[in-house]
């Protein structure tokens, strides 16, 4: 790693998360610091794309909770930029408020989906994205996206 390490708290939501065994997965495990279970509020929609799916996060729908994990992750400023290209411009990093399992409160950053949604995108009606991967026997993406 290059550069100045700084510790940032991030939601993950897709397949960015540990469960999902995806190659940038495995690649951000080492520089993840404490992790818990946590949701906000927004939705959560399935993309097909190459080999699998990815969620992309719809923010700030009353009564609805997206799911995933709340992590301090330990990122220079080349690693967060590789994150950034990862996600592409699809998505738009902000920082959002979360609630952890335990109740409690935090504001962590997470992708924000800012297009239009594709015509075969499907809805994830539990808000958990590994959790629709196991009930409905589909894959995370994990091919190459954006250069990563």
């Known amino acids: ?19 999902a065994r995806t190659r ?7 520089r993840l610091g404490a992790c ?3 949701s906000l509020a927004g939705r959560l929609v399935a993309i097909p ?7 992309a996060l719809i923010p700030g729908r009353p009564g609805q909770r997206a799911w995933g994990t709340l992590c301090d992750v330990r990122l220079t400023v080349r690693d967060l930029a590789r994150l950034d290209r990862y996600e592409g411009r699809d998505y738009r990093r902000a920082t959002l408020p979360v609630l952890a399992q335990g109740g409690g409160r ?16 499907r809805p994830i009606a539990s808000g958990d994205f590994l959790a629709w991967l196991a ?3 589909r894959r995370p993406f994990s091919t190459r996206r954006n250069g990563i």
Do not use: I, K, N
């Not at 940038?24 to 495990?29: I, N, P, S, T, V």
């Not at 794309?49 to 969620?55: I, L, N």
């Not at 950053?109 to 594709?118: E, T």
């Open 1 to 19: 790693m290059s550069g100045a390490l700084r510790t940032r708290r991030f939601f993950f939501y897709g397949t960015l998360q540990g469960g």
């Open 36 to 38: 818990a279970r946590a």
């Open 49 to 55: 794309a190459g080999d699998g799916w990815f969620p």
């Open 24 to 30: 940038m997965a495995r690649w951000l495990e080492p």
């Open 135 to 137: 009930a409905t026997g």
């Open 106 to 121: 935090a504001r962590a950053q997470a992708y924000v989906w800012r297009g239009a949604l594709p015509a075969r995108a």
